[in-house]
């Protein structure tokens, strides 16, 4: 069974910097689309980051652009959020997934085949 593990997540202040995780299993995700998402208390859950692997092509969220990286190794079947300049806004629990097929743009959640058990990430001011 393909399973997805996050982590990275923790507590920073304003400003600080995370780099949150995600490890595929039971599946070589090459050629498919992951995505990063979080959600916080009491609000949907929104798109973050989106990376399709066949040709790393990356896609943002307009609240993240040029502060959240996501990046691949294929070697490790990982996907990566680097996260810089974090706000109190960006605390959340982050989750990735993968959409089995190719993506060409950022993608709604309901777009993923596969979740995984999310990793919280707390910003303090």
């Known amino acids: 069974a393909v399973q997805l593990v996050e982590s990275g997540g923790g507590s920073v202040q304003t400003g600080g910097s995370l780099r949150l995780s995600c490890a595929v299993s039971?599946?070589?995700?090459?050629?498919?689309?992951m995505g990063w998402f979080r959600q916080a208390p009491g609000k949907e859950r929104e798109g973050v980051a989106t990376?399709?692997?066949?040709?790393?092509?990356?896609y943002y969220h307009g609240s993240v652009k040029g502060r959240f990286t996501i990046s691949q190794d294929n070697a490790k079947n990982t996907v990566y959020l680097q996260m810089n300049s974090l706000k109190p806004e960006d605390t959340a629990m982050y989750y990735c997934?993968?959409?089995?097929?190719?993506?060409?743009?950022?993608?709604?959640?309901?777009?993923?085949?596969?979740w995984g058990q999310g990793t919280q990430v707390t910003v303090s001011s």
């Open positions: 997934a993968i959409r089995y097929g190719a993506c060409w743009s950022a993608l709604p959640p309901n777009s993923y085949n596969t």
């Open positions: 039971g599946y070589t995700y090459s050629g498919n689309c």
């Open positions: 990376i399709f692997t066949g040709y790393g092509s990356a």
